[in-house]
């Protein structure tokens, strides 16, 4: 079953970062072939990942503080991404025969648009759909798909270059798994490759209701 955090009468979407989960980033400095964290063990964990990808830290204290509504979680959207939950509720994702149930921005202008759509939005459920489009303004116009296959193949995050005083923050982009560009990057947020997708008019019938509690905390 479903669990949605609320404050002041508002849905916090699972991905939300709060306000007590912020931890200043270490410097960021020069490595071999890229760059780290002056300190590597920054709050007691190693910030780099199997794939060599440097991860900006997080704290994990969900429901503490106040909700930054916009400001994605990084740990926590990973984590929906790759087991591909619910944005919002933290619960599975809708699926069905076509696939997982995906809320995109209207590119539809796009070439080929849907199919091979690089996002770092993660699944839905159905019902969670009303809630993203009525509080989020740049999804009111979104449109709903269903995706057959979903590559988590990239990386969210801001590039650095090298410079004659240590690294250079460039621009914030996505970088796909195997570019050398990987380790000159803090991550953010996954990023992945929609295939096999099937635009659909609306969300599905809610088939379940989410339980909401009231309160900042859990």
């Known amino acids: 079953m479903s669990v949605l955090l609320t ?5 916090v979407p699972h991905i939300t970062a709060w306000s007590s989960e912020h931890l200043k980033q270490p410097p960021v400095v020069r490595s071999a072939g890229g760059v780290t964290f002056a300190d590597i063990a920054f709050a007691g964990f190693p910030h780099r990942d199997s794939a060599g990808v440097l991860w ?10 106040m909700p930054e509504f916009g400001r994605v979680h990084g740990p926590r959207q990973r984590r ?6 619910c944005q ?23 070439p080929g648009w849907p199919e091979r759509e690089v996002t ?14 009525s509080q989020c303004p740049h999804m009111q116009d979104a449109v ?16 650095y270059a090298a410079g004659l005083g240590g690294p250079v923050p460039g621009e914030a982009k996505v970088v796909f798994a195997g570019d050398p560009r990987v380790k000159w990057m803090v991550g953010a947020q996954l990023a992945a490759t929609l295939y096999n997708v099937t635009v659909v008019d609306r969300p599905e019938p809610v088939t379940e209701e989410p339980v909401v509690r009231a309160g900042a905390h859990r």
């Not at 900006?56 to 503080?65: F, I, T, V």
């Not at 929906?80 to 939950?85: E, G, I, K, T």
């Not at 709903?144 to 590039?159: E, M, N, P, S």
């Open 7 to 11: 404050y002041k009468g508002h849905t």
């Open 56 to 65: 900006q830290p997080w704290a994990l204290r969900q429901g503490d503080g």
């Open 80 to 85: 929906v991404m790759r087991r591909r939950l």
């Open 88 to 110: 919002v509720c933290g619960g599975p994702a809708d699926e069905n025969e076509q696939g997982t149930l995906w809320l995109l921005e209207n590119h539809v202008t796009a």
């Open 120 to 133: 770092t939005h993660s699944p839905v459920c159905a019902s969670c759909v009303p809630l993203v489009r």
């Open 144 to 159: 709903t798909v269903r995706v057959g296959r979903a590559a988590v193949d990239g990386i969210y995050g801001l590039l």
